[in-house]
């Protein structure tokens, strides 16, 4: 960034240093990122070797190849959406455990029947709940 006198500065010899002192950092780099596209800032870091990489916009990341060959989101029908949303699937992959079927979120409530069902709950018992308020 065109500071070489930082080398030989105190205040970043170290990272616990270069944190105290992240703003001083921080407002440089927004101003060299300025005269800069994305893509020439990330070329330019990768090649001084500083770990970097874009921020994509949440459009981006849904049309990025390697989201898209990784099947990191799954589009899926959901309540109240007209057209199919694109939902995150599983973000870890098994090589021998398979993580199931995916499924959406259910919405507020969705399976609250089935759920005090299944640990004992009469349809009188949930109708009951239902109308005093607590369900």
Request: charged letters at 25%.
């Amino acid at each position: 960034m065109g500071e070489s006198n930082w080398m030989e500065d105190p205040r970043f010899s170290t990272d616990q240093s270069r944190g105290d002192h992240s703003e001083i950092i921080g407002a440089r780099m927004k101003d060299w990122c300025m005269d800069r596209s994305s893509k020439q800032a990330v070329s330019e870091l990768e090649e001084a070797g500083v770990p970097c990489g874009q921020m994509l916009t949440p459009k981006m990341i849904l049309e990025d190849e390697h989201v898209i060959e990784a099947g990191m989101f799954k589009s899926v029908s959901y309540p109240g959406v007209e057209n199919q949303a694109p939902i995150a699937d599983h973000p870890l992959r098994y090589s021998k455990v398979p993580v199931g079927e995916f499924q959406r979120a259910p919405l507020l409530g969705e399976h609250t029947d089935s759920v005090l069902a299944n640990i004992g709950f009469s349809d009188q018992e949930i109708s009951r709940f239902r109308e005093l308020g607590t369900i």
